[in-house]
């Protein structure tokens, strides 16, 4: 396609992602109060810890707000098959058939990567919010804005998902042909150390503890890529070795 094309199929793509978004925001919504109480449960463990902790809505249009908030966040997550295809779909044209099969298998693998970096946020951010409120003096009670907290969880969760789709975009580059598993295998050193300084910008707290559970795994799954990507280089020269041997007996 023509530049003036694709930019056009971009944008229809991203319509029909956000318009998945937006449909599935309509179950969100009624589901903020369940949604509400899961996010304030770290709350909870302050108290049981022995701290005084609470949300507050400091404004009459807050709470209305914040659900709106919460209701695109969910959807955002309920809509990841949705999205991801939109993604796929847009690069499909410029592959080729055998390529197309291989890469839908990569984006259905997308939604559990998206899903399990939410969850792995979620299992840290207890602790997060708990060694934070720690820090509060023992004379002064910890009552949390509730727009301002739930902002915290909710962008912590979202970037603990989007890092975990960096392998996704790895090998899918590499089945595309743009990156080699050399490449990418050469580059270790720089890419640990941007895991980590990504770590450290995206965890909710300042200890080590927080970024070194988001940069693990994130580090075992750009190894595994690398394999992944390694193996099919092999199939490829194996395929390439096969096919040029086999003109040369022609030629013979």
């Keep these: 396609m023509r530049l003036i094309e694709q930019l056009r199929e971009l944008r229809r793509r991203l319509l029909l992602a956000l318009a998945g978004i937006g449909v599935m925001a309509i179950p969100s919504w009624f589901a903020y109060p369940h949604v509400f109480d899961l996010l304030q449960s770290p709350i909870e463990a302050i108290n049981d810890a022995g701290l005084t902790a609470a949300l507050t809505f400091t404004t009459p249009a807050a709470a209305f707000d914040m659900r709106i908030r919460v209701s695109i966040w969910l959807a955002t997550f309920l809509a990841s098959p949705w999205w991801l295809y939109q993604i796929w779909a847009y690069i499909a044209p410029g592959l080729t058939k055998s390529e197309k099969r291989r890469s839908l298998v990569f984006i259905l693998a997308g939604v559990p990567l998206f899903l399990g970096g939410a969850a792995v946020a979620w299992l840290v951010l207890p602790s997060a919010v708990r060694l934070l409120a720690e820090f509060t003096p023992e004379s002064a009670l910890n009552y949390m804005p509730a727009p301002d907290y739930l902002r915290f969880v909710m962008r912590v969760i ?14 899918l580059l590499n089945a595309m042909g743009v990156v080699h598993s050399r490449t990418l295998l050469g580059g270790w050193r720089w890419a640990v150390l941007l895991i980590f300084v990504f770590a450290a910008l995206a965890s909710p707290t300042p200890d080590a503890w927080t970024m070194i559970a988001l940069a693990l795994p994130m580090c075992a799954m750009y190894f595994g890529a690398v394999g992944i990507a390694y193996r099919h280089d092999k199939r490829v020269a194996a395929r390439t070795a096969a096919r040029d041997a086999e003109l040369l007996g022609r030629e013979e």
């Design 158 to 171: 979202l970037a603990f998902a989007i890092a975990f789709l960096m392998p996704l975009i790895m090998v």
